[in-house]
């Protein structure tokens, strides 16, 4: 699934999936407009963030979705 999100004033894509819906992991890769990769896919965890504050808001947005959807299924 591509998400849209505002980061640094730009707009950013980034796909992400459950890898594991047990233990919830989610991969995250950030990708084009088109959704080519542009980088590997790493694996998030919400208990540690990302590299900083708004990344770390965004990737905990698509946490969340990804997380209520496996729950709503």
């Given amino acids: 699934m591509i998400f849209t999100h505002t980061w640094e004033n730009e707009t950013i894509f ?3 999936y459950v890898t594991d819906e047990k233990f919830f992991n989610v991969a995250i890769r950030e990708v084009t407009e088109g959704g080519d990769p542009m980088e ?7 208990f540690h963030g990302a590299s900083d504050d708004q990344l770390t808001e965004i990737c905990n947005d698509i946490y969340d979705f990804l997380l209520l959807g496996t729950l709503n299924a």
């Fill in 14 to 16: 980034h796909e992400a």
């Fill in 40 to 46: 590997d896919f790493v694996d998030y965890d919400p």
